[in-house]
T-cell receptor, first 111, second 117 residues
Framework: GQQLNQSPQSMFIQEGEDVSMNCTSS?????WLWYKQDPGEGPVLLIA?????ELTSNGRLTAQFGITRKDSFLNISASIPSDVGIYFC???????????FGTGTRLQVFP | GAGVSQSPSNKVTEKGKDVELRCDPI?????LYWYRQRLGQGLEFLIYFQGNSAPDKSGLPSDRFSAERTGESVSTLTIQRTQQEDSAVYLC???????????????FGPGTRLTVL
């Protein structure tokens, strides 16, 4: 099935560093969502974005809906060990009610 | 329980056998989704149930895959004549939406890890 381009695939960072990841699409999206998945668990919604240009924060997490409506980024500031996991973007293309998921960014945080 | 539950958590089967995966959504949630997650990949939409409406089966990869839901409760995903390519984690999610909005918050279960030998 169709998937979004998400990068980077993996990140290995030191505790306290900031993290940035992004997703791009070849088509326009109405909605962007960011999820986190811990090992052996289902994804959990972190942030939802509904308007182009929208910038939303959730604690140390900040995400933006790109102006072109074809991209979104997620930033994590001052990373901590519990940030470890796989982060997925998901988007709703125009004229569909489906969600398309990115391939994930695997984050590893070292103390 | 408070969240979405799935069973079994792990299933190992031989190629050619049928398997049934179960999902118990959050009580009162009208919408239920099934996704497939291959190793190192994102989630692939399989099927969507919304109340008593006809399910959206557009994501099912072949006629070996089918799913049922009784009212607004339990759902089962059945894979017939399993193939090695069916090996994946199968995730179920539910949401309280009253409309066809996949972007309404979906609460995911822990998944069933299927291994086809």
């Amino acid at each position: 099935g169709q998937q979004l381009n998400q990068s980077p695939q993996s990140m290995f960072i030191q505790e306290g560093e900031d993290v940035s990841m992004n997703c791009t699409s070849s088509s326009i999206f109405n909605t962007w969502l960011w999820y986190k998945q811990d090992p052996g668990e289902g994804p959990v919604l972190l942030i939802a974005l509904y308007k182009a240009g929208e910038l939303t924060s959730n604690g140390r997490l900040t995400a933006q809906f790109g102006i072109t409506r074809k991209d979104s980024f997620l930033n994590i500031s001052a990373s901590i060990p519990s940030d470890v996991g796989i982060y997925f973007c998901a988007g709703q293309p125009v004229n569909t009610d489906k969600l398309i998921f990115g391939t994930g960014t695997r984050l590893q945080v070292f103390p | 329980g408070a969240g979405v539950s799935q069973s079994p958590s792990n299933k190992v089967t031989e190629k050619g056998k049928d398997v049934e995966l179960r999902c118990d959504p959050i009580s009162g949630h009208t919408a239920l989704y099934w996704y497939r997650q291959r190793l190192g990949q994102g989630l692939e939409f399989l099927i969507y149930f919304q109340g008593n409406s006809a399910p959206d089966k557009s994501g099912l990869p072949s006629d070996r895959f089918s799913a049922e839901r009784t009212g607004e409760s339990v759902s089962t995903l059945t894979i017939q004549r399993t193939q090695q390519e069916d090996s994946a984690v199968y995730l179920c999610a539910s949401s309280s939406t009253g409309g066809w909005h996949h972007t309404d918050t979906q609460y995911f279960g822990p998944g069933t890890r299927l291994t086809v030998l």
